[in-house]
């Protein structure tokens, strides 16, 4: 089967050019960038970052002149291009760069239509945003990034509590709320008599109840690393017909209807 066929849509003004390189090494894991392009007002000294990395990646720089002060309307013109995009049916999914709210309903409509989303944005991106991807990853996850070729101020939107993680802002632990994650998937997958469920079963329910979930943000680079790592839970390999091993899961304590 073919790649999928994937538009990436860059925030150029809300995102930094330094996560450029990693950004694009990432997505190429995720199919075919058919479609790339970088929203913002290219005129300015803001974007002088991203100009550099326009030729690196192929990137099509998507003008927009900031008519009104105060009025983003970078997003419009990131908005009307993705629904022309999704209306022309070439593509099967789409890529939002961005830790701007405003993407929420975009992201959505696009679900509506059929169209895999994946996020990827700040930390401090909103919930609403996050939790409207199929998928969302953190920028501060992708490892090394370059230093800023133009000194830009952060872009912030207001606090919203309702917006923050438990783990970054109310007082809750990072491994608590790791825990807290990891129990509710293991509870909700599909399990075996001796409560034993496979680690891409978990993993499938961890992205679907949070889009945003990824083990770099704990420190690991993969989510098999990272539950063999907690004390709370058991592992054991298990070798197939091909032989080769997958990895099962779950709670310790657990004995199953077989009480093994």
Same mark, same amino acid.
């Given at each position: 089967?073919? *790649? &999928?066929? +994937?538009? !990436? +849509?860059? *925030?150029? #003004?809300? !995102?930094s050019p330094k996560h450029a390189t990693e950004l694009f090494a990432e997505l190429a894991g995720y199919g075919n960038l058919t479609v790339?392009?970088?929203y913002g007002d290219w005129t %300015? #000294?803001? +974007?002088g970052g991203w100009k550099k990395r326009l030729h690196e990646h192929a990137i099509s720089p998507m003008q927009q002149f900031a008519y009104t002060q105060g009025k983003n309307s970078? #997003?419009?013109?990131l908005i009307i291009d993705a629904m022309d995009l999704l209306y022309a049916g070439n593509l099967d999914g789409f890529v939002i760069v961005s830790s701007d709210s405003d993407f929420t309903r975009l992201a959505t409509r696009l679900r509506e239509s059929g169209m895999t989303v994946y996020g990827l944005g700040a930390k401090k991106t909103p919930k609403a945003f996050r939790d409207a991807c199929d998928q969302?990853?953190?920028?501060e996850n992708l490892g090394d990034t370059e230093p800023d070729p133009v000194a830009e101020p952060? !872009?912030?939107? &207001?606090?919203n509590p309702d917006d923050t993680e438990p783990s970054e802002g109310s007082g809750r632990r990072p491994e608590a709320a790791l825990q807290s994650k990891l129990a509710r998937a293991l509870n909700r997958v599909d399990a075996d008599d001796d409560d034993w469920a496979t680690l891409s079963s978990v993993g499938d329910v961890l992205r679907r109840t949070d889009p945003s979930f990824d083990p770099r943000t704990f420190g690991f680079g993969k989510l098999s690393d990272l539950v063999k790592a907690q004390r709370f839970v058991e592992t054991r390999t298990v %070798? @197939?017909?091909k032989g080769? @091993?997958?990895l099962w899961v779950r709670l310790k304590g657990r004995r199953g209807r077989n009480g093994s």
């Open positions: 089967m073919s *790649d &999928p066929r +994937l538009s !990436v +849509l860059i *925030d150029a #003004d809300n !995102v790339r392009r970088a %300015t #000294d803001q +974007l970078t #997003d419009s013109a969302f990853v953190y920028l952060e !872009v912030s939107e &207001p606090a %070798t @197939g017909e080769r @091993g997958e």
